[in-house]
T-cell receptor
Framework: DAGVTQSPTHLIKTRGQQVTLRCSPKSGHDTVSWYQQALGQGPQFIFQYYEEEERQRGNFPDRFSGHQFPNYSSELNVNALLLGDSALYLC??????????????FGEGSRLTVL | RKEVEQDPGPFNVPEGATVAFNCTYSNSASQSFFWYRQDCRKEPKLLMSVYSSGNEDGRFTAQLNRASQYISLLIRDSKLSDSATYLCVVSQGTYKYIFGTGTRLKVLA
């Protein structure tokens, strides 16, 4: 049973560039949430996708956008990269039909460095 | 004020010690509460849910005080393998989970 997979695992970009990160949820899950984790901080909620729609959004600028595909996989796009966007980006999958069980399954993350 | 606040630590304790972590949350409408564990450079994983009645899982005990908006985690008989960052998590619905900064624990031989 494949868990949550993310790609790429590491990447380096320069300021002003754009990046796309990808996530495949755990088998049987239909909901994908994205989090940003800066060094020494807890994960910060970016947004959640369910049924190909953004269902909830955290306090992130419009430079952060996403998409969910019919197979439930998801992409996170960040435009006009800033130095402060350097972080570990975590994808978490869950089942939209299960309410508040707490079990978010995380991928290993994509570590983005912006120079 | 942060929505979920934790003491970042680090807590350095000897093997066999009992250690307690605390967490406070600001939104009284919060519905569900959890502790996640995150090892260095790894992804967070669910440790346990937290209920008002308190719950225990082996050496780990979690408590919730809704009136004080306070959550705790107690680890008894600490093992070297317990060394990690412990993240307090609060949910205000199905969609949004708020993570604290995390408390670092190092168990010393």
């Amino acid at each position: 049973d494949a868990g949550v997979t993310q790609s790429p695992t590491h990447l380096i970009k320069t300021r002003g560039q754009q990046v796309t990160l990808r996530c495949s949820p755990k088998s049987g899950h239909d909901t994908v949430s994205w989090y940003q984790q800066a060094l020494g901080q807890g994960p910060q909620f970016i947004f959640q996708y369910y049924e190909e729609e953004e269902r909830q959004r955290g306090n992130f600028p419009d430079r952060f956008s996403g998409h969910q595909f019919p197979n439930y996989s998801s992409e996170l796009n960040v435009n006009a990269l800033l130095l402060g966007d350097s972080a570990l980006y975590l994808c978490a999958s869950s089942s939209g039909l299960v309410v508040n069980t707490g079990e978010l399954f995380f991928g290993e993350g994509s570590r983005l460095t912006v120079l | 004020r942060k929505e979920v606040e934790q003491d970042p630590g680090p807590f350095n304790v000897p093997e066999g010690a009992t250690v307690a972590f605390n967490c406070t949350y600001s939104n009284s409408a919060s519905q569900s509460f959890f502790w996640y564990r995150q090892d260095c450079r790894k992804e967070p994983k669910l440790l346990m849910s937290v209920y008002s009645s308190g719950n225990e899982d082996g050496r780990f005990t979690a408590q919730l005080n809704r009136a004080s908006q306070y959550i705790s985690l107690l680890i008894r008989d600490s093992k070297l393998s317990d060394s990690a960052t412990y993240l307090c998590v609060v949910s205000q619905g199905t969609y949004k989970y708020i993570f604290g900064t995390g408390t670092r624990l190092k168990v010393l031989a």
